[in-house]
């Protein structure tokens, strides 16, 4: 889970200023953890402590209220609703590697990752958006290669995963929805050969740089770990109950692997 912090910390600042090139900072000045990251630590929480995703949710907004929580989220959260609002929104997709390095199986992670989105993104696509990124790091933890993954989220989801990201980048715009913004996030990955190579090659299309990243940065680092010089720096941006979150969650279920 902490390669899509990561990846969410590295494209902060590209967010309001895109950018088409793979050449830039990793850590820059103004980066900082966004809602991105703390809702990938309340999956994470609610995964740790057999909490209720909403409830969750919820308890992380009230804490993090600054963090950039988009609108749609930000009148769910305030009034304390317990209805979905039909997103589509890659919101869904940003916050739920967890889920996919919990799970034992595929049919258990599509099931827990519909169950992290619906409780707000219930459109077909923002589920299809959570489903397929956990699937691609569950598989990628599995030892699973690219072109298996890539067949698979084709197959079950339907999306374009065969366009070069060179090609994509040319006229590729700020999109924040499921369909248009998680195919390219794995493509980002797809054609990477480190952590850091995939978080690059996410923020240099130019869209919505910080969730691209964590998404294409979550498989990354289910494919490839995370090196200690990146992984030190984006924990010392959090705060001291994310730390404990991402300290919690990777001693129980990533130290093994």
């Keep these: ?28 000045r103004g980066c900082r953890f ?29 804490r993090y ?9 930000m009148q769910w959260a ?9 997103s589509f929104g890659n919101g869904s997709a940003m916050r739920v590697s967890p889920v996919g390095f919990v799970c034992e199986d595929i049919d258990a992670v599509l099931a827990e990752a519909e169950k992290s989105a619906a409780v707000t993104h219930n459109h077909p696509e923002g589920i ?5 990124t956990a ?18 989220i084709r197959e079950r989801f339907g999306y374009d995963l065969d366009r070069p990201l060179a090609e994509i980048r040319r006229n590729y715009r700020f999109d924040s929805s499921c369909q248009g913004s998680v195919p390219q996030s794995l ?6 050969a480190d952590y850091e190579d995939a978080v690059r090659n996410a923020i240099s299309l130019g869209g919505d740089a910080d969730t691209m990243a964590a998404i294409a940065g979550a498989v990354a680092e289910a494919a490839y770990g995370i090196p200690d010089e990146i992984r030190k720096k984006a924990l010392s941006y959090l705060d001291a109950p994310l730390k404990r979150v991402v300290q919690e969650f990777t001693d129980r279920f990533m130290t093994a692997s």
């Design 1 to 28: 889970m902490l390669g899509a912090i990561a990846g969410d910390i590295i494209g902060s600042v590209y967010e309001a200023r895109p950018i088409k090139s793979r050449d830039f900072p990793l850590f820059s």
């Design 34 to 62: 966004t809602d991105d990251s703390v809702l990938t630590a309340a999956v994470a929480d609610a995964i740790l402590h057999n909490a209720d995703y909403t409830d969750k949710f919820h308890e992380y907004f009230a």
């Design 65 to 73: 209220s600054q963090a950039g929580f988009g609108g749609s989220f």
């Design 78 to 86: 305030m009034t304390r609703c317990r209805r979905p609002y039909y």
């Design 128 to 132: 299809k958006g959570a489903q397929a």
């Design 135 to 152: 699937a691609a790091v569950f598989m990628a933890k599995n030892g699973a290669e690219k072109l298996g993954i890539r067949a698979f």
């Design 187 to 192: 493509i980002a990955f797809f054609e990477s």
